[in-house]
């Protein structure tokens, strides 16, 4: 099997363990950094990890000069995937915990998960557990991306109080429903993409994610 080189970026606050070990099991060879200043010149392919919050997220990635980083990789073309808070930070603005000013690679806005189902009723937040990814209407195929080996209503795993709101529908590669309310699952925009939901804990469904990527 070819070895596919990813950087990974570590800040502090990743779910660093489970998606390095789950990038190896799909054949890539992993570099981890924590600081930008190890990174001499632009990786192949790139993975921003995450869980926590937006604010300290971005305060890690500018302490560490990632913010940088990951601004000049997505210019250079290159294949990058964000993950949960990964994913988030890809966007113009967080509000959790107040109004924070994102990576604005993607156009939008990260919002609360909705507090009611679709008949009106509260239902449990955060929203954890397995949920279908569907194809948005604007998405005629997952071709070419890293869903190109999922197939509609596959389950993967969400642990998320929040998720984006891309500005353009197109930038929608996948949604989920949660108590029958729309939920972002999955972004792209050229090759940046980003994973609200967690594909190192998603079985079978979620390595087929990451070997997608490791083959864009």
């Known amino acids: 099997m070819k070895a596919h080189p990813v950087t990974v970026i570590d800040y502090g606050i990743g779910n660093l363990l489970n998606v390095v070990r789950a990038l190896q099991h799909e054949g890539a060879q992993v570099t981890v950094v924590d600081q930008a200043t190890q990174v001499e010149t632009l990786p192949e392919r790139l993975v921003v990890p995450g869980v926590g919050a937006f604010a300290d997220g971005m305060r890690e990635m500018r302490a560490r000069g990632f913010d940088d980083l990951v601004r000049r990789f997505a210019d250079s073309g290159r294949p990058l995937l964000g993950i949960c808070v990964g994913a988030q930070m890809l966007f113009d603005a967080g509000e959790e915990f107040g109004e924070h000013t994102g990576l604005g690679l993607i156009p939008g806005r990260v919002q609360p998960v909705p507090a ?101």
């Open 116 to 216: 009611f189902d679709s008949s009106g009723a509260r239902h449990r937040i955060p929203h954890i557990g397995w949920g279908r990814l569907e194809r948005p209407a604007a998405r005629e195929s997952w071709a070419g991306t890293i869903l190109s080996r999922t197939a509609a209503g596959e389950p993967v795993y969400f642990v998320h109080s929040f998720a984006p709101v891309p500005a353009i529908e197109h930038h929608r590669l996948a949604d989920t429903f949660y108590g029958g309310v729309r939920i972002c699952a999955a972004v792209a925009r050229d090759q940046i993409y980003g994973c609200q939901f967690h594909p190192e804990r998603s079985g079978e469904q979620g390595l087929a994610v990451l070997s997608a990527f490791l083959q864009t």
